[in-house]
Structures are given as C-alpha cells and as structure tokens.
C-alpha cells in the first residue's frame, strides 16, 4: 500500500468517517485536513429574502394580470412552504408617475408582506392585479431603483424597510415588452443591485414573466419590436452569476399553465435562499452537530442534512420537517479544520 494511501486512510479514520459512499458528510477533499485546537464555531442560520414583484400596467397587461393573479398562490406557497425563510414581499408598478404614487412606490398597505402579516399571501395575489392605466412607455430599471433606495425606501420613507443589508434580493418581472425608457444601461443596473447587497452578486436573484424575444406564437405577441432586448440581458447577467444555464429564470408570460411555472420560480428562489448554509471554514466533519433550538437535525441527506465539500457548507433537505418553536434558530455547530 502506498504512503499516499496509507495517509488517506489514518486522516479517514481520524475524522470517524465511513468509506461508504452514501455517508451524507464524507468529503472527497479531506486530504490535508487535521483537527485545530480550540472552541466549536457557531454558524446561526437566519435565511432572508426580500422578493420585489414589478407588474406592468400598461393597457396590453390585463389578462396577463388576471392569469398571473389567478396562480400566485403556487408561488408564494412554495416559498411559505419552508418554515426558516423570513420573507419580505412587495409589488411595484412599471409607471413611472411619482405623483399618482406609481413607479418607485410599493403598492398597498402595509408596503410590504411579511411572514406575520394575516391574510398576506392572499393579498400579494390581489395587489398584482395592478390595472392597465400605467403608461406605455414602461419603466423597469429606474422604477426598481427608484423603489428599493432611498428616499423611498428607508424608515422615513413610504416604502419602509423593505430592504434588509443581510437578505437576498429577489427580482421577479412580469411584462409582455421591453424597458425603453430607463436612463441606466443593463449594465449600471445590474451592477447597482450588487452594490446594495454589498458586493455581493450570489445575493441578486432575478426571474422574468415575460414573452421571450425568440417567441414567434402569433398568439402570443410582444406590445414592443426589436432590440433592444434589455431585460433578457439583466437575465441573463443574474444566471450566468448564480451558475445556470442562460433562460433558467425566464418564462413564457403566454403559457396557459402558469401555475406550475410560478411554483419553479418559488422553488429556484427558496434552494437558493433557504436550504444552503455556508460555513466559511472547513469543519472536522465528525464535529459538526445541526439544531433547530432544542431539536437536533440528523445527518442524513434524505430527511436532515449532508456536507458539500465543494461549497463549504451545509445542505438542508426538502424534506427536513421541525417542529414549531418560538424563537428558535437554526445553528451549526463545528471544530474548524486546518489545511495543510
């Protein structure tokens, strides 16, 4: 046996780690990795997300509103589905008319849905039927802007607190045209959004309700010709940022079922927001103990959680099932390793 392999093979038993390959927290990078001395790290898990519904109303949006209206609940089930999201949910409007409170305003009031907000799902199904008297020159990328930064957007401002430092930043736009009229380029917009999470671009998320440009259904028409094709360029930054493969995030505004459609945007947004934990350092992996306050997650990557080495951090189940606590929060509990 080789020194290589005979190493492999102390560091493996070292860390208490099967050689079976459905161990939910082996690493296949554990080469190198000795145990540090010292305390557990804590890693508290608190998954936020402030999801931003910008509806056109324009005069051509009508039954898309409708369709959209009829099949919100698919949405916003899937994201209520898992308990550990706070979430922030509020709708805007493409018209870019300050004084009739429209473009850069959010809809309704509250300002905003949360988790505690009775009736709030429902509601977000009623607010984005927006009507149809909004211009047609419609506005997304000055309007967004304009409504998740101050002055709007603040605790003086009319649309609060809408944007948290620590949540995600979820765009969702639904539109049967194009952004004509904004001043910022794809580009300035898109690198904005990054800066309000900090520099951060895996914080920005982006979906589009939208008729694609490559569309030719004489059904299904676009209320706008030809270039350019701006929204579908934002979209395409956000993906290429989160990995995936460009038109993941857009979707046919057309399509007569919708409902399943919204519920893949619910679910791409709560994988991203609310079943991953970084936990910024390697981790003796035998060490690592999850709790949900006085419930202990089991390792197990069908019903609790597995390592993924290649990210650092922890993977929660879809299946994962807590018990209601108040006040609890999730919290992963770990040695760090060294690398040598």
């Avoid at 690198?191 to 999470?197: E, R, S, T």
């Amino acid at each position: 046996m080789s020194k290589n392999i005979s190493l492999i093979l102390v560091l493996l038993s070292y860390l208490g780690l099967s050689c079976s390959p459905s161990h939910p927290s082996r690493d296949p990078k554990i080469e190198g990795l000795r145990k540090t001395e010292g305390f557990n790290l804590n890693v508290r898990f608190n998954p936020k997300v402030d999801i931003l519904l910008v509806v056109d109303d324009s005069g051509s949006m009508m039954s898309y509103q409708n369709n959209l209206s009829r099949n919100m609940m698919a949405f916003v089930n899937e994201i209520s589905r898992n308990k550990l999201i706070d979430y922030q949910i509020g709708v805007t409007t493409t018209d870019w008319n300050p004084r009739r409170r429209r473009g850069g305003f959010l809809t309704g009031s509250p300002s905003f849905i949360t988790k505690s907000t009775p009736g709030g799902l429902q509601e977000i199904s009623r607010r984005v039927v927006a009507g149809t008297s909004g211009s047609g020159d419609e506005m997304f990328f000055d309007n967004i802007i304009s409504t998740i930064t101050p002055p709007n957007m603040g605790p003086n401002g009319p649309n609060g607190n809408f944007i948290r430092d620590d949540a995600f930043l979820a765009i969702i736009m639904i539109t049967d045209t194009e952004d004509e009229e904004s001043q910022q380029t794809t580009d300035e917009f898109y690198q904005a959004l990054v800066d309000i999470k900090l520099g951060d671009p895996l914080k920005v998320l982006a979906y589009g309700a939208l008729i694609p440009s490559n569309i030719s259904d004489p059904t299904c028409r676009r209320d706008s010709e030809g270039e350019p094709y701006r929204l579908e360029a934002f979209l395409k930054k956000v993906v290429q940022a989160q990995g995936q493969k460009e038109g993941d995030n857009i979707f046919n505004l057309c399509d007569a079922d919708y409902g399943p459609k919204l519920a893949v945007i619910g679910e791409d947004l709560t994988n991203k927001v609310g079943y991953f934990i970084p936990l910024g350092q390697f981790p003796v992996l035998n060490t690592i103990v999850v709790t949900y306050g006085s419930q202990v997650v089991p390792a197990d990557a069908e019903k609790g959680w597995s390592y993924d080495p290649g990210r650092v951090g922890i993977k929660l189940s879809k299946e994962l099932e807590l018990k209601e606590e108040p006040g609890a929060e999730l919290k992963v509990s770990f040695l760090p390793a060294e690398i040598n």
